[in-house]
């Protein structure tokens, strides 16, 4: 049973930082691409970053230089740093996990190609 569990959200100030975390469960993430991704109100699902099992990672324009994805596997968890927060990165984020080739082709971004999902943790940015 593959499970994906999410923490670390919470209301914060702009230009604060936040650190999300995902443990995993019920399957070997290191062998999988792990991404966050974001849903604000009235607003479809889009990819945040992602990072595969060697450790390449991929960032969307709007979080590059602020964000930052790692991952431990020797405890699968996710992690993804959040610096200078701005209202705009006001969501609900996701973690999800999906296909290792993902990162290396740059084919990351897209919802439907990550199978597994957590339930979302809470990012409010005032």
């Known amino acids: 049973h593959v499970q994906l569990v999410e923490s670390g959200g919470g209301s914060v100030q702009a230009g604060g930082s936040l650190r999300l975390t995902c443990t995993a469960s019920?399957?070997?993430?290191?062998?999988?691409?792990m991404g966050w991704f974001r849903q604000a109100p009235g607003k479809e699902r889009e990819a945040v970053a992602a990072?595969?099992?060697?450790?390449?990672?991929g960032y969307t324009d709007a979080v590059k230089g602020r964000f930052t994805i790692s991952r431990d596997s020797s405890n699968n968890t996710l992690y993804l740093q959040m610096n200078s927060l701005k209202p705009e990165d006001t969501a609900t984020y996701y973690c999800?996990?999906?296909?290792?080739?993902?990162?290396?082709?740059?084919?990351?971004?897209?919802?439907?190609?990550?199978?597994?999902w957590g339930q979302g943790t809470q990012v409010t940015v005032s």
């Open positions: 990072i595969d099992a060697d450790g390449k990672t």
């Open positions: 999800a996990a999906g296909p290792d080739y993902l990162v290396r082709f740059s084919a990351w971004q897209r919802v439907g190609d990550f199978g597994n």
């Open positions: 019920g399957f070997p993430p290191g062998l999988h691409s």
